[in-house]
């Protein structure tokens, strides 16, 4: 299958910081990614989708000023939490899907974990 | 989207077969069926999905019933590393530019 890389895998940060994080697709091209929230024991919940060279979707709720999403290439996507406070401390999680093919599948990425102290 | 309903918890003994049900009553004629599962502290995995037919693949068997209004995720050969929270979703053909929404899924043990 495709594969979605994230970087970084963890980061701590102090609270009122900002923190990015990166989602590349490595093997395929993806017009459009689509940016998870994971709480412990919960289930993944859609944040926002990112169309490349254009601005980003957000879900209800997700506050578009606090969660930055850049989508500056068809392989890059990148989430910039602002002002991070230990209520964003979360586990983050981007796809992608490699085409536009009704059936097409979405693949993704490993995760990262944010930790505001 | 359909919405789905699955068990919230599983057991199975390892080498059996793993049956995971997965009830979407009100699935279009145009939705899919999707299975993805998620390993703790990892990105979800895709395993398989369909329309209307069996399908099967490396990982995994689906079986759809004949009106869909159910399905029923088969791994043939269960193994510790198998344990996992498993999802199913139904999505819209039309919209592969669309996200996939999650469920609270079935978490699966599978114990020696």
């Known amino acids: 299958g495709a594969v979605v890389s994230q970087h970084p895998s963890r980061v701590i940060c102090k609270s009122g910081t900002s923190v990015k994080i990166e989602c590349r697709s490595l093997?395929?091209?993806?017009?459009?990614m689509f940016w998870y929230r994971q709480f412990p024991k919960q289930s993944l919940m859609l944040m926002a989708t990112?169309?490349?060279?254009?601005?980003?979707?957000?879900e209800q709720g997700v506050e578009k000023d606090k969660f930055l999403i850049n989508h500056a290439s068809l392989t890059l996507s990148t989430l910039t939490v602002t002002s991070a406070h230990p209520e964003d401390s979360s586990f983050y999680i981007c796809?992608?899907?490699?085409?536009?093919?009704?059936?097409?599948?979405?693949?993704f990425g490993p995760g990262t974990r944010l930790l505001v102290l | 989207d359909a919405k789905t309903t699955q068990p919230t918890s599983m057991d199975c003994a390892e080498g059996r077969a793993a049956n995971l049900p997965c009830n979407h009553s009100?699935?279009?004629?145009?939705?899919?069926v999707y299975w993805y599962r998620q390993i703790h502290s990892q990105g979800p995995q895709y395993i398989i999905h369909?329309?209307?037919n069996n399908e099967t693949n490396e990982m995994a068997s689906l079986i759809i019933t004949e009106d869909r209004k159910s399905s029923t995720l088969i791994l043939p050969h269960a193994t510790l590393r198998d344990t996992a929270v498993y999802y199913c979703?139904?999505?819209?053909?039309?919209?592969?530019?669309?996200?996939?929404?999650f469920g609270k899924g079935t978490t699966l043990s599978v114990s020696s």
């Open positions: 093997d395929f091209q993806a017009t459009t």
């Open positions: 990112s169309n490349e060279g254009s601005k980003a979707t957000y």
């Open positions: 979703i139904v999505r819209v053909a039309n919209q592969a530019g669309t996200a996939l929404i």
């Open positions: 796809s992608a899907s490699p085409g536009t093919a009704v059936q097409e599948t979405q693949y």
């Open positions: 369909g329309l209307k």
């Open positions: 009100t699935i279009s004629g145009n939705e899919y």
